[in-house]
């Protein structure tokens, strides 16, 4: 049982990146899944979740207009699409998907944006 992210890399300010989770044997449609971040000697920072249907999203002040969080129930994938990324975005970016049963966690994928 796993969360697999990638998607990451190194772009400018002002680029995009689109970061997937997958979710392996179980199924992610049955999860709340959120997207979170943890820069260097900084504590982890909640980003976005979305419901298990995708109806349903939440983001943090800080990407709100410039990330956009969604879900391919068939694929098990979520993913967060990231516009207009600023330095300070810059973070190792991890998925979480939690049930009223069990939550899981990625390892995550790193994003840098730097010029």
């Known amino acids: 049982v796993q969360l697999v992210e990638s998607g990451g890399g190194l772009v400018q300010p002002g680029e995009s990146l689109r970061l997937s989770c997958e979710a392996s044997?179980?199924?992610?449609?049955?999860?709340?899944t959120s997207w979170y971040r943890q820069a260097p000697e900084k504590g982890r920072e909640w980003v976005a979740v979305i419901d298990m249907s995708g109806a349903a999203t939440n983001y943090a002040a800080s990407v709100k207009g410039r990330f956009t969080i969604s879900r391919d129930n068939a694929k098990n994938t979520v993913y967060l699409q990231m516009d207009s990324l600023k330095p300070e975005d810059t973070a190792r970016y991890y998925c979480?998907?939690?049930?009223?049963?069990?939550?899981?966690w990625g390892q995550g994928t790193q994003v840098t944006v730097s010029s």
């Open positions: 044997e179980f199924s992610l449609s049955g999860y709340v």
């Open positions: 979480n998907a939690r049930s009223l049963r069990d939550e899981y």
